[in-house]
């Protein structure tokens, strides 16, 4: 086993951080042989089958070309769940897991009403359906293949969520049969001018319509969520976003522009603006 472990290492030193390497020798050993920490410990000196040593070379080989693990795993860890994940779905990310406590934590009452738009992995919507009390979650999403694995995961994660395929960018509010108490989006929001400073695993693996917008309009996505909310939204309701922490006081302008009441940028654990929220207290329909 230490000599795989070893092979992970040299292959890998440099590309990624040594930190990032040990945790991808965790997970590679607790998904080839369900191994906690305690137990690569205990059997570092074991000699590993040859068949189990050439899985770990291609796998290794796979992480040299920078896809991401989570694509080679099939999955990705989020709130001590696990995400079924693949190409063409982005991957969940720790940031978000802090806009799921927010949201917890802002949002006590039973039988609440959320809406997730963009939903992805589905990650955002089956976390808020298992956090909140009696919550009714519906999920959006453009993507087929998105929308397909987001209703997988929420089977094998026993998540009562209702996912319709919907572009958010052309939905009129006569189109919504219902009015939400909260809704949340982690939509597209890196710009174009971004990509320069973007590792190769996100930008040659992850779905670009998941993540970039055009760098004329960068709150396109943010714009339109807030401008349907007016209307869909529950007197009272609550906003909450994902954001590009770039973009935070526009972010802020756009919602205080349309009407909505104690706007507030959340920094996130590293000190980041990395989410928006805000109250919409009108009890009449708004235009979009």
């Not at 998904?31 to 189990?52: A, G, S, W």
């Not at 890196?190 to 960068?218: G, Q, R, T």
């Amino acid at each position: 086993m230490q000599n795989s472990i070893d092979f992970i290492r040299d292959n890998l030193k440099e590309i990624y951080p040594q930190q990032e390497i040990e945790q991808f020798i965790r997970l590679i050993f607790e998904h080839f042989c369900q191994y906690t920490r305690v137990d690569m410990i205990l059997n570092k000196n074991r000699q590993l089958p040859e068949n189990l040593r050439e899985e770990i070379r291609r796998f290794t080989q796979r992480l040299k070309r920078h896809e991401p693990i989570q694509y080679i795993l099939g999955y990705s860890e989020f709130l001590d769940m696990k995400f079924l994940v693949r190409p063409g779905v982005l991957i969940p990310r720790p940031e978000t897991e802090e806009l799921i406590e927010l949201i917890s934590r802002e949002n006590t009452h039973p039988g609440l009403f959320a809406l997730d738009i963009g939903t992805g992995s589905g990650c955002i919507a089956i976390s808020l359906a298992s956090k909140l009390r009696d919550a009714h979650v519906t999920a959006w999403d453009i993507s087929d293949s998105a929308l397909e694995v987001a209703q997988e995961n929420a089977r094998l994660l026993h998540a009562d969520v209702s996912f319709e395929k919907r572009d958010v960018l052309q939905v009129l509010p006569d189109q919504v049969d219902r009015k939400f108490d909260l809704i949340v989006s982690n939509p597209p929001y890196v710009c174009e001018f971004e990509k320069k400073d973007m590792d190769p695993n996100v930008l040659d693996y992850e779905p670009h319509l998941a993540l970039f917008v055009s760098d004329d309009d960068p709150l396109i996505f943010y714009r339109r969520i807030a401008q349907l909310g007016r209307c869909i939204l529950n007197p009272g309701g609550r906003i909450y976003f994902e954001i590009n922490a770039l973009f935070g006081e526009e972010t802020l302008s756009m919602l205080k522009t349309l009407g909505y009441d104690d706007p507030a940028l959340i920094r996130d654990i590293h000190g980041k603006q990395r989410m928006a929220s805000a109250t919409y207290n009108h009890s009449s329909p708004q235009s979009v």
